[in-house]
């Protein structure tokens, strides 16, 4: 049974530059969302899809957007990058309606260096 | 505004029980979770307490009070692979969709 896959696992960038990350949920999940999490603290809530639309978004810039596709995967896309974007970023799955009492499955994690 | 409070490192004995207190003030509430988080990797579910009182699930148990808006996470018969991030999570009334977080208590085992 797979669990979240993302992609890549690492990957290092200029300021100014641009990054897609990847997510795969969980077999039978159908919801994605998406979180940041600097060393050291916890994970803080970017933006959740499902059924293809953003449903919910936390206290990001536009410069993060994201997309959810037919299939349930989803990307992560971060415009203009600042040193601050530099994180781990996991993607987290669960089934429709929000949270059940198992919570979310989450990825291992794309590590965003920006230097 | 909403926080979560937990200590940011503990240490404890191969073998001991050590106990992680959170304490939350969140908009309204719809459940609290514990997460296991190991160095580099993603966080793994542990428990869920939507209700007062004890849930135990083996060598770990998960307490809430929701009049006092606290929780603490027991592990007992500590092991060295216990040693890792634990990570408390509530999730608001307002939102169904959003887990709120605290920074995580490193948790350290000596032999």
């Known amino acids: 049974d797979a669990g979240v896959t993302q992609s890549p696992t690492h990957l290092i960038k200029t300021r100014g530059q641009q990054v897609t990350l990847r997510c795969s949920p969980k077999?039978?999940?159908?919801?994605v969302s998406w979180y940041q999490q600097a060393l050291g603290q916890g994970p803080q809530f970017i933006f959740q899809y499902y059924e293809e639309e953003e449903r919910q978004r936390g206290n990001f810039p536009d410069r993060f957007s994201g997309h959810q596709f037919p299939n349930y995967s989803s990307e992560l896309n971060v415009n203009a990058l600042l040193l601050g974007d530099s994180a781990l970023y996991l993607c987290?799955?669960?089934?429709?309606?929000?949270?059940?009492?198992?919570?979310?499955?989450f990825g291992s994690g794309t590590r965003l260096t920006v230097v | 505004g909403q926080n979560i409070d937990q200590p940011t490192e503990m240490t404890a004995t191969e073998g001991a029980i050590v106990q992680i207190n959170c304490t939350y003030q969140?908009?309204?509430?719809?459940?609290l979770f514990w997460y296991q988080q190991h160095a580099g990797e993603a966080p793994t579910f542990l428990s869920y307490n939507v209700l007062d009182g004890l849930e135990e699930k083996g060598r770990f148990s998960s307490f809430l009070s929701r009049s006092k808006g606290y929780s603490y996470l027991l592990l007992k018969e500590l092991q060295m692979k216990d040693s890792a991030s634990y990570l408390c999570?509530?999730?608001?009334?307002?939102?169904?969709?959003?887990?709120?977080w605290g920074a995580g208590t490193k948790l350290i085992i000596k032999p």
């Open positions: 987290a799955s669960s089934e429709r309606a929000g949270l059940n009492n198992y919570g979310y499955t």
């Open positions: 077999s039978g999940h159908d919801t």
């Open positions: 969140t908009s309204g509430f719809n459940g």
């Open positions: 999570a509530v999730a608001p009334r307002d939102s169904n969709y959003q887990l709120i």
